[in-house]
């Protein structure tokens, strides 16, 4: 167990609809940050908060939004969902500015269908 | 253009083998650099990182990796590799300038498989 939680671990839904993935960071951590890990295009940044607020964007579509609420869990909203979004989402935590390293927790498997 | 490059999408190598998997990155400065292993159904752990000093870094699990600066490398080798090592392997880097924030930019991964 890292001490990252991502729920839920599989999730199946259809075309157009809307899911909210969710992460609670490591104890003592303040930066979150969400992966998007497919076959094509591998591990992708998404977005980073750091206690609360947006510090980074990486390629995140418009249809995905994320947030970092006050007990620093953070969720990721990806709305109007395609074929394309079926991938694994992954959210890593670290202490600062992540420069150390991160520590991941073990992924959500979106399937769209 | 910056990017990490892992060459070799796919190594078998027997048990007991040595083992070399290798990582190319290309960045102005050099990026802070780290090794994550990833089981399959399972998340990234943490093999090693390299940040300064000595250029050859120990890891969990009898990984090491050694940094060269000369050639923008920073392969990851095991002296002898057991079954349960089998795994993807990824090589991630963190840009060392002001603007990176931090985030770890990833390679595409090189997939290991042992031959009993």
């Known amino acids: 167990d890292s001490g990252v939680t991502q729920t839920p671990k599989h999730l199946i839904t259809a075309t157009g609809q809307r899911v909210t993935l969710r992460c609670s960071p490591r104890?003592?951590?303040?930066?979150v940050y969400w992966y998007q890990q497919s076959l094509d295009q591998g591990l992708q940044f998404l977005i980073q908060y750091y206690n609360g607020e947006e510090r980074a964007k990486g390629n995140i579509l418009e249809r995905f939004s994320a947030q970092q609420f006050p007990d620093l869990h953070s969720e990721l909203n990806l709305s109007s969902l395609e074929l394309g979004d079926s991938a694994l989402y992954f959210c890593?935590?670290?202490?600062?500015?992540?420069?150390?390293?991160?520590?991941f927790g073990s992924g959500t498997r979106l399937t769209v269908v | 253009a910056q990017s990490v490059t892992q060459p070799d999408i796919h190594i078998t190598v027997s048990e007991g083998a040595s083992l070399e998997l290798r990582c190319n990155y290309s960045?102005?400065?050099?990026?802070?650099l780290f090794w994550y292993v990833q089981s399959p159904g399972q998340g990234l752990q943490l093999l090693l990182k390299y940040f300064s000093g000595d250029t050859l870094v120990q890891g969990i699990k009898g990984f090491e990796a050694e940094f060269k600066r000369s050639q923008s490398s920073f392969n990851l080798r095991k002296p002898s590799v057991h079954w349960s090592d089998a795994a993807e392997y990824f090589c991630a880097v963190v840009p060392a300038y002001g603007g990176s924030q931090g985030n770890l930019i990833f390679g595409k991964g090189t997939k290991l498989s042992v031959k009993p």
């Open positions: 890593a935590s670290s202490s600062g500015q992540g420069y150390y390293g991160y520590t």
């Open positions: 960045y102005g400065a050099t990026p802070y």
């Open positions: 104890s003592g951590d303040l930066s």
